[in-house]
């Protein structure tokens, strides 16, 4: 079992940076895939990025050159840094984790980012 806790999410002005960490409750180093999902009210839960243990990513054509997803194994922890953010990348963002040797999919409870002037 592993438990994941967001943070990072915020009020911010279109244009702006923000860095989402995903903190987990043990090692990572067994999480295949770590990454990021989002859901906007009214709307289904999308995939913006997700990454390998070997450090493939990959991004939601939305987001592609303006988000970054990386992973500190050592640290538990997963970022996802976003710039030049707009009004329509606001949403609640998700932490997910899947473990092949177990084909278990992890989630945390999730962090409110609101990009408005």
């Known amino acids: 079992q592993v438990q994941l806790v967001e943070s990072g999410g915020d009020l911010v002005q279109p244009g702006g940076s923000l860095r989402l960490s995903c903190a987990a409750s043990r090692s990572i180093s067994s999480i295949n895939t770590m990454g990021w999902y989002r859901q906007a009210p009214g709307k289904q839960r999308d995939l913006v990025a997700t990454i390998t243990i070997g450090g493939i990513t990959n991004y939601a054509d939305s987001v592609k050159g303006r988000f970054t997803v990386s992973r500190d194994n050592a640290k538990n922890t997963v970022y996802l840094q976003m710039n030049s953010l707009k009004p329509e990348d606001t949403a609640v963002y998700y932490c997910?984790?899947?473990?092949?040797?177990?084909?278990?999919?992890?989630w945390g409870q999730g962090t409110q980012v609101t990009v408005s002037s």
């Open positions: 997910s984790g899947y473990q092949i040797a177990t084909m278990r999919t992890y």
